[in-house]
């Protein structure tokens, strides 16, 4: 069963412009949202967390958007650079649960 | 301080035979997960360990076992391997079983 779903499978952005991939979710009971960045061959790496308690966290150039009431979730890129090139995960979580993961977004950065 | 380290980096088995995974948590944590990553998917869950307990076991059959030492580091086996066993494993740590999980780079097992 998919719990969490993510789009778009892959995504083409120019140097400087903004990302943007969303995710939405089933479980209710889903209480931690991360987003892992993922380069090939290395493991996923914590890029960004926020909790349902919160509309927005931003840290740096990465700003995470949560609507709680529609079950949706989205990770922005601000000033994409050519480095972020990369795969990105949404993750869904409850408690002391299993992470759920999304099927992933190919993100290529053109210069 | 060290990440999450897992040996081998790459392994070559062929079908039938057993492998056994390795992964050594960030200092101070306790909980330990594994997780199945297929080429182009994301990551399936497959166990998670706290306090060198079974905390939780995801939908893979009973040919996947792991096991959690006094020291919290992990192995996984795997018998009588499939070719659909080839993947990158991931093994990722937390303080909590709540907590942040930190991936490490994964064991790429491929399987002929």
């Known amino acids: 069963q998919q719990q969490v779903k993510q789009s778009p499978q892959s995504l083409i952005v120019q140097k400087g412009g903004i990302s943007i991939i969303n995710c939405a979710y089933e479980n209710t009971a889903f209480d931690y949202f991360p987003w892992y960045q993922q380069f090939p061959g290395k493991g996923p790496a914590l890029l960004i967390a926020?909790?349902?308690?919160?509309s927005e966290k931003k840290e740096g150039r990465f700003t995470i958007s949560f609507n709680k009431s529609a079950k949706q979730f989205s990770l922005h890129i601000m000033d994409s650079q050519p480095g972020d090139s990369a795969t990105y995960f949404c993750?869904?979580?409850?408690?002391?649960?299993?992470?759920?993961f999304g099927q992933g977004t190919r993100l290529t950065i053109n210069p | 301080d060290a990440g999450v380290t897992q040996s081998p980096t790459h392994l070559i088995k062929t079908r039938g035979q057993h492998v056994t995974l390795r992964c050594s948590p960030i200092s101070g944590h306790k909980s330990v997960s594994w997780y199945q990553q297929v080429l182009g998917q994301g990551p399936q869950f497959i166990f998670q360990?706290?306090?060198?307990?079974?905390?939780g076991r995801g939908n893979f059959p009973d040919r996947f076992s792991a096991r959690q030492f006094p020291n919290y580091s992990s192995e996984l086996n795997v018998n009588a391997l499939l070719l659909g066993d080839s993947a990158l494993y991931l093994c990722?740590?937390?303080?909590?079983?709540?907590?942040?999980?930190?991936f490490g780079q994964g064991t790429r097992l491929t399987v002929v």
């Open positions: 990722a740590s937390s303080e909590d079983i709540t907590l942040t999980a930190f």
């Open positions: 993750a869904a979580k409850e408690g002391a649960q299993k992470l759920v």
């Open positions: 926020i909790r349902p308690d919160v």
């Open positions: 360990y706290y306090e060198k307990e079974e905390r």
